[in-house]
């Protein structure tokens, strides 16, 4: 689905002309672009979507989402001003409430890879001398033609994609770097432009620039925790809450940081600490990932890992911390889950298309991962499908390439007709327009899978979809393909989530 997300960007064309506001320090919503206003429920509005589906990899920080969400547009907008870079943030907050993961989720969401960052750890310049490493020695310096520079334009250009030309930027931990690193950084933030040793430049200006640190995060976790063992910010309202952090962290700010360089980060967002919702909607996105990841990395081998709602609530019990975030959850999650299961198949005791059920034992102190056989029903060898569309010629050329693959096709043109064909066939996918006479096939794919729990569900639109939708689809892990596309996407996309196990969500 993110695939789409960039065209989509681009199709609004010159729409939302964002005001751009320049040395805006806070996140205080005055000073950053604003989208124009419009009612609230227009459905198909990028930025929205674009924030539901940040939202969603990015949980429970809504104001980060809001406030980085406007200057992407405004790059694919073509409307970002010339001679700095598309924005810069700083992110602070305590730990492990997903700082790094906003950045890692939007090279996900705009070039289809988490790895799409230029990440500089300022951890490793804490010296003057180590800054060299980064923009290299001047001519003359001894080695200076051995020391490669870390921020070349090229490095930069590399984490972009024919998708979006958009760097994301990320200097990590930027408290603790030497004081020439954020010199160096003020002539970015500045003029978009870095000169490197050699005296050749790079150029900022298709770039986001992130700026994270754990600045004030130490007072913070006093007032959430102002004693170990009670409840994170116990009996203080959310809100409350939220403008002591921060306050917190604006006050470090500008402790350790000199004016004119706040002046120039556009925004300074403080990250709030989990709230045990979010880290339940994080555990499921991590098991999910497990799930896809088990897939991919063991193809044909791959087995379903079901994690029942007890197992999750006992992973929350232990992986629960106002100190970690959804650090502590991550490091519950790999020690009594990923690596007992890693133990599993390294020791050939998960058979291929077989399930492990993840339990609890029942001193509740641990959990249990139990293997049941394959489940040969669920690896149909020539699946059915079925394919709701008004389109005639789009059925029957599907219904052709399909029967040359030895698969059967069930056509439906509605809503109603799909229902009525479920009472006597029992398909293994079902293909849905989004656009139906009597319905849409968001709705129609929720309501077959109440009908059919393992049904495999494709979307397909001629359009955006809106973002309730889209939520939707990902919560249901429903994949949703645009119009036009080449039929072997749709047969390969049927093809592999019909694998044994594939996308079986364990939930
Ligand atoms: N809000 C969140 N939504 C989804 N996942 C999250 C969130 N916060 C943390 N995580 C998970 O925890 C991991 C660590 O989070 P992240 O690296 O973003 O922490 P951070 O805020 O940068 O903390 P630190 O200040 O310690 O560097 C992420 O890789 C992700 O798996
Ligand atoms: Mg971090």
Known sequence: MSDRLPEQLHNQGGRGPYRYNRGSPMVERTKNPQPTPRPKKQPTDPAENLTAILSQKVVGQPAATRVIVPYIQMFQAGL??????????????????????????????????????????????????EVAKLIGAPPGYLGHRETQPMLTQQKLNAVTTDRCGLSLVLFDEIEKAAPSLTRLLLGVLDKGVLRLGDNSTVNFEKSLVFLTSNLGAREMMKEINPDFGFQAGAGMERHDLTSK???????????????????RIDCIITYQPLTVESLSAILDHQISDLQNHVNTRLGPRCFTIEVPFESRQWLLRKGTSPEYGARELNRTIHRNLTQPLATMVATGQVEPASRVRVETAEDDESLVLRTTGPDEAEIPAHPTVLLVDDNRDLLHFLERLMAEAGWKLLTAESASGARKLLTSEKPNAALLDYMLPDGNGVELGVQLRQIASRMQVIVMTGSVLPPEEEAIC???DFPVLRKPFLASDVMNQIRSRLTPAAGAGAR
Do not use: Y
């Open 80 to 129: 970002a001003p010339e001679g700095r870079p598309v924005g810069v943030f700083l992110l602070l907050g305590p730990t492990g409430t997903g700082k790094a993961k906003t950045v890692e989720a939007l090279a996900d969401i705009l070039h289809g890879s988490e790895k799409n960052v230029l990440k500089v750890d300022c951890g490793e310049f804490q010296m003057e001398h």
């Open 245 to 263: 952090l921060q306050n917190i962290a604006l006050v470090a700010v500008r402790k350790k940081f000199s004016p004119e360089f706040i002046n």
């Open 474 to 476: 990902e919560e249901h």
